[in-house]
């Protein structure tokens, strides 16, 4: 990894584009091996200095700042980009070949160690779940990517026998010639549609997880979605792939039985099957596949089934996904601040089954919201409450649809928003936070969205 860093630094100009997370481990890294180079730092922050301060005191960088800052892509020879910088200007064609970020170099180094999980939703609970399995049985791994470590960040952790768990974002899989040596998709839904400009672009930017597998490889894919299915008709795949299903007997992956067993195949054998525990903590028909997922990944690495078991009834689950957040004055709080699109909220209110509230909106992405109202015009929920401009979109939605068994409220204020539910929430049902948008209009991230509603349900 140094060394192929050390030979694109011989190029002259070097940009670091982006400098949140992402880019500040870009920097800390190439400056721990190469302390002189001259970088060229890219940001749209105009407060990049105040907020890190320490570049001042290097003399080797030039800093470009503001709204002109993707102008440094003009006259560079290698540019490191961070995700979700967006350079698709139509003023500016980039050759391919000068761009590179951390996951691509990575895995140009560890691509035989790395098991890459991305989907629309889930791909942090099967990437932890993926870490859980391999760490319980003693393998030793570690977790990174997009659930928030950079890879640079714990190169120096990875020995020949480490294997790498890596969720990965389809902004990180945007730029990618190279797919990691285990590669799981989960599903394919709408999202991030103000970044790639149309569905399309997201999908196969999505596939560049297994779109450069070579032989010897495996993809593990939910079989059950059509999108997929759609897209890798046109596809040539060349690692070994497993399916997974609800449904069928596929010849490589797992499918879930009659009696409500997950049953792993390999050639038309069935290997092993473990029964679908009610007391895991992973609720709700979406996390089947989540858990399917998991089960093969680990399988291929040589997880006994036995160890495998075992682990599932350990795994807690993360935060903000589905997360029980108490019983307070006889109502039931769920946070689902994850739930950024329509496809998710269905799975959590048919995951619940007893939701009396839901608060919908935030940031206003232009989802298509139809499968979402639909489904509102006949789940019967009681009370709707809605914030944002994506919740004002959907509220005129619903009004459109004439939509008349619930009650509908709007507030830009989550404490409001929580006196409302509590108010109007029935005892012994439930109060749920699954937005079907992003946070970005109130919040950092919906990390932050959901532990400011828990914090308002627990101090109100």
Request: proline fraction near 3%; hydrophobic fraction near 40%; include cysteine.
């Amino acid at each position: 990894m140094i060394a192929l860093l050390s030979k694109l630094l011989l190029q002259e100009r070097v940009s670091i584009l982006g400098f949140g997370k992402e880019g500040q481990s870009s920097y800390q890294y190439i400056r721990k091996y190469h302390p002189e180079k001259k970088l060229y730092i890219s940001d749209i922050n105009i407060n990049l200095l105040t907020e890190n301060p320490y570049l001042k005191e290097d003399k080797n960088i030039e800093i470009i700042i503001g709204e002109k800052y993707l102008d440094v892509l003009d006259n560079t020879d290698i540019v490191i980009k961070s995700p979700g910088v967006n350079i698709n200007r139509d003023s500016t064609a980039i050759p391919w070949h000068k761009i590179h970020t951390q996951t691509s170099l990575f895995l140009s180094t560890f691509h035989h160690q790395t098991i890459g999980v991305t989907g629309t939703k889930g791909k942090s609970t099967t990437s932890t779940l993926i870490y859980h399995l391999l760490s319980y049985s003693g393998l030793h791994s570690i977790l990174l990517g997009n659930i928030g470590t950079p890879p640079f960040d714990r190169i120096e952790e990875i020995g020949e026998q480490t294997t790498v768990v890596f969720e990965m974002s389809a902004h990180q899989l945007e730029h990618l010639c190279i797919s990691p040596h285990i590669a799981v998709l989960l599903n394919l839904f709408q999202e991030h549609l103000d970044y790639f400009g149309n569905i399309d672009s997201y999908y196969k930017s999505k596939l560049n997880i297994a779109k450069y597998q070579i032989e010897g490889d495996i993809f593990i894919y939910n079989a059950d979605e059509a999108s997929i299915q759609q897209y890798l008709s046109n596809m040539d795949i060349k690692g070994e792939i497993f399916h997974i299903s609800t449904i069928g007997l596929p010849s490589n992956g797992s499918s879930i039985d009659k009696n409500n067993n997950i049953c792993i195949y390999f050639e038309n054998k069935l290997q092993w099957s473990l029964t679908v525990n009610p007391n895991w903590n992973l609720k709700g028909a979406h996390n089947l596949f989540n858990i399917q997922a998991a089960i093969i990944a680990a399988f291929c690495r040589g997880i006994s089934p036995e160890s495998i078991n075992r682990a599932l009834t350990t795994f807690k689950g993360l935060d903000h996904r589905l997360e029980f957040v108490g019983e307070y004055e006889g109502i039931i709080f769920y946070n689902d601040s994850i739930a950024t699109i329509p496809e998710a909220v269905i799975q959590a209110v048919e995951t619940l089954e007893i939701v009396d509230t839901l608060i919908l909106g935030g940031f206003d992405r232009g989802i298509d919201y139809s499968i979402l109202v639909d489904f509102l015009n006949n789940a019967n929920i009681p009370n709707l409450i809605f914030t944002g401009k994506a919740g004002q979109r959907i509220f005129q939605l619903l009004k459109e649809n004439t939509l008349t068994s619930s009650q509908m409220f709007i507030s830009e204020n989550y404490a409001e928003i929580v006196e409302i539910a509590k108010k109007q929430t029935n005892p012994g049902r439930v109060c749920l936070l699954s937005p079907a948008a992003a946070s970005y209009d109130a919040f950092k991230n919906f990390e932050e969205r959901g532990n400011y509603y828990k914090s308002l349900i627990k101090n109100t």
